[in-house]
Structure formats: structure tokens, C-alpha cells
């Protein structure tokens, strides 16, 4: 069966700080991952997806960047971070089908907080 | 382009009772995905069904039924006999080729003992 991980569970960073967040898929080869935000009380915010090594398309553009350095690693990193950049950070894989993306299965989440 | 729009923000219902989460989205595909999704306090999503737009047939998994009609483009979701323990976020999202994966904005449903 398929798992996907995500650490650190928490995290607390001050501002200015660099951020690395690190996801990794079991149980499957060649999956779509994608990192997400969600703002407290606030809906999914997509920040990044990949369809392969090396391949990174960014929805929003920020001080954030994200790299897939083997097929089942996502990362998620920052030089500095800003106050904005808290929230829960959430990793998903999925496959698909020449119709669009199957189901998304998220990681736990890594809650981050700048001071 | 894609759309989905959950208009509900917050639903509070007593225990026992049934509520309906609606969930209208907008695309210009004629093949696609339609999801639900719950996040609970706990923050991790779970992933409730999958549905293809080619199959408008209901769902009915124990407490919880889906209604999809291409018709008013709408595909809702319907707790039965609601528990503490449903109390969460619930997500509608949309695939289909050559898009990103949408997510509604998410509806909050309290569940009062």
C-alpha cells in the first residue's frame, strides 16, 4: 500500500530564517505530488506540483521553491522566510488518467509559525 | 476555466439530524473528476469518493450518500443521522486533463451533542 510522509510535524522559525520541508511517497513510481497551504480557517492553497523528476510548475509566485530531486521526494524550501509564510503546509500525491488527476492522498501536514 | 463553489462556509446541526453539504463547480471538459474531501481538527485530509463524470449514478456508503447531476452541475453530499464525530471540514474538488486539481473553499460542519 501506499504512504506518504511529511516532517517535521511542527515547526517554529523567525523570520529571515531558511526553510527546507521534505515529503516522501511510498508504495508507488511516478506520482503527481504537489505542496499545498492552508491559512488557519482558510481553504487549500496550491504552491507547487510536479509530473516527474526535476519538474516543477509554481502556481503562486513567493519566496518560496520547491524541488523534486527523485521520483518519490518532494521538498519544499525557502531562503527567508516572512511572517507570511505561516500556515500548515500540506504534501499530496495522486496518479492519473488521460481524463484528469485521480484522488490526492495528503501527508499529515507541517504546521509552521514565523515569528 | 474551473470552478467549484461550496457557498456554504459554516453548517451547525444539532445530532441525529441530516444535513447536506452542496458543492456546484464549472468546467467546459466533458470528461472529469468530481471529490470530497474531510479534514478533521487533526488537519490531515481524507479522501471521502471519486466520482467520473460519465457516471451520474448515486452513492450511498453507511451514513453518507452523494447526488451528482450533470444537469445543475452540482454534486452534494448528504450525512445521515449526524454524529460528534463528523464534525470537520469537508472539501469538493475538481480534475480533468490539462488542469490543476480545484478545491472548493471548504465548508465547516459542527455537530452539537
Known amino acids: 500500500s501506499q504512504t506518504i510522509h511529511q516532517w517535521p510535524a511542527t515547526l517554529v522559525q523567525p523570520v529571515g530564517s531558511p526553510l527546507s520541508l521534505e515529503c516522501t511517497v511510498e508504495?508507488?513510481?511516478?506520482?503527481?505530488l504537489y505542496w499545498y497551504r492552508q491559512a488557519a480557517g482558510r481553504g487549500l492553497q496550491l504552491l507547487f506540483y510536479s509530473v516527474g523528476i526535476g519538474q516543477i510548475s509554481s502556481e503562486v509566485p513567493q519566496n518560496l521553491s520547491a524541488s523534486r530531486p527523485q521520483d518519490r521526494q518532494f521538498i519544499l524550501s525557502s531562503k527567508k522566510l516572512l511572517l507570511s509564510d505561516s500556515g500548515f503546509y500540506l504534501c499530496a500525491w495522486s496518479t492519473s488518467d488521460r481524463w484528469g488527476d485521480y484522488e490526492q492522498y495528503f501527508g499529515p501536514g507541517t504546521r509552521l509559525t514565523v515569528t | 476555466a474551473q470552478k467549484v463553489t461550496q457557498a456554504q462556509t459554516e453548517i451547525s446541526v444539532v445530532e441525529k439530524e441530516d444535513v447536506t453539504l452542496d458543492c456546484v463547480y464549472e468546467?467546459?471538459?466533458?470528461?472529469?473528476?468530481l471529490f470530497w474531501y474531510k479534514q478533521p481538527p487533526s488537519g490531515e485530509l481524507v479522501f471521502l469518493i471519486r466520482?467520473?463524470?460519465?457516471?451520474?449514478q448515486n452513492e450511498i456508503s453507511g451514513r453518507y450518500s452523494w447526488n451528482f447531476q450533470k444537469s445543475t452541475s452540482s454534486f452534494n453530499f448528504t450525512i445521515t443521522a449526524s454524529q460528534v464525530v463528523d464534525s470537520a471540514v469537508y472539501f469538493c474538488?475538481?480534475?480533468?486533463?490539462?488542469?490543476?486539481?480545484?478545491f472548493g473553499t471548504g465548508t465547516s460542519l459542527t455537530v452539537i451533542p
Open positions: 508504495g508507488t513510481s511516478n506520482p503527481n
Open positions: 468546467t467546459r471538459d466533458t470528461t472529469y473528476y
Open positions: 474538488a475538481l480534475s480533468s486533463i490539462g488542469n490543476q486539481f480545484y
Open positions: 466520482r467520473n463524470s460519465f457516471d451520474e
